[in-house]
């Protein structure tokens, strides 16, 4: 299995400008999480979805953030319009459906707003 | 105050050595408890995943969670350079499958 897919490995934007993140889980997990890791918060979930449901969005940060799960292979998170204090590293997260099953991590996001 | 505190480190120990790094945490409805180990520019990995109080070994680690004190640790013995990478402790209230409150990490060199 090729774990977690991320896209794109790196991104470098100016301020005001739409980015968009892309996630693809490990095939047959149900549960995807999206975090964000700082120096100054470190790691943080921003929302997770079941089953393509979104079932937890207090983590994100502002109506400027939104994530979307289209079906089971496929997740976005959508910064518009992006400020400097989005630039931080973006992480995608899968799980099964058991009660013993974890998060498995991808590679990441690295978001750098100018 | 945060729910989980770990000391950022860095921590900088010879090869050979056992490393302890610890996590406290102050929401007593965590019963789920990890240990991510993350390289530089990667994503964590799991290391770890313990269910309530008690002790789990794998091959040079072991987990301990005391739900009595909300204290937990992880012990690296005969430790490597290869283990040097940032150690992050999480956890939650329901199971691995549900969101994890992390730590701000640990940051670990193993000096050859």
């Known amino acids: 299995d090729a774990g977690v897919i991320q896209s794109p490995r790196h991104e470098v934007t100016e301020m005001g400008q739409e980015v968009t993140l892309r996630c693809k889980p490990i095939?047959?997990?149900?549960?995807l999480f999206w975090y964000r890791q700082t120096m100054m918060r470190g790691l943080e979930l921003l929302i997770y979805?079941?089953?393509?449901?979104?079932?937890?969005d207090s983590g994100m940060p502002e109506d400027r953030f939104s994530a979307k799960m289209p079906n089971a292979s496929f997740s976005t998170l959508k910064i518009q319009p992006s400020e400097p204090r989005d630039s931080a590293v973006y992480f995608c997260?899968?799980?099964?459906?058991?009660?013993?099953?974890?998060?498995?991590f991808g590679p990441g996001t690295r978001l750098t707003v100018l | 105050q945060k729910e989980v505190e770990q000391d950022p480190g860095p921590l900088s120990v010879p090869e050979g050595a056992i490393v302890s790094l610890n996590c406290t945490y102050s929401?007593?409805?965590?019963?789920?408890f990890m240990w991510y180990r993350q390289y530089s520019r990667k994503g964590p990995e799991l290391l770890m995943y313990?269910?309530?109080?008690g002790n789990k070994e794998d091959g040079r680690f072991t987990a301990q969670v005391d739900k009595s004190s909300k204290y937990i640790s992880l012990f690296i013995r005969d430790s490597q350079p290869s283990d040097s990478a940032t150690y992050l402790c999480?956890?939650?209230?329901?199971?691995?499958?549900?969101?994890?409150?992390f730590g701000k990490g640990t940051r670990l060199s193993v000096i050859a």
């Open positions: 997260a899968s799980s099964g459906q058991g009660a013993t099953d974890t998060q498995y």
């Open positions: 095939s047959g997990h149900d549960y």
């Open positions: 979805f079941n089953n393509n449901v979104p079932i937890d």
């Open positions: 929401n007593s409805a965590f019963q789920y």
């Open positions: 313990t269910y309530s109080s």
């Open positions: 999480a956890m939650s209230s329901h199971s691995g499958n549900t969101p994890l409150v």
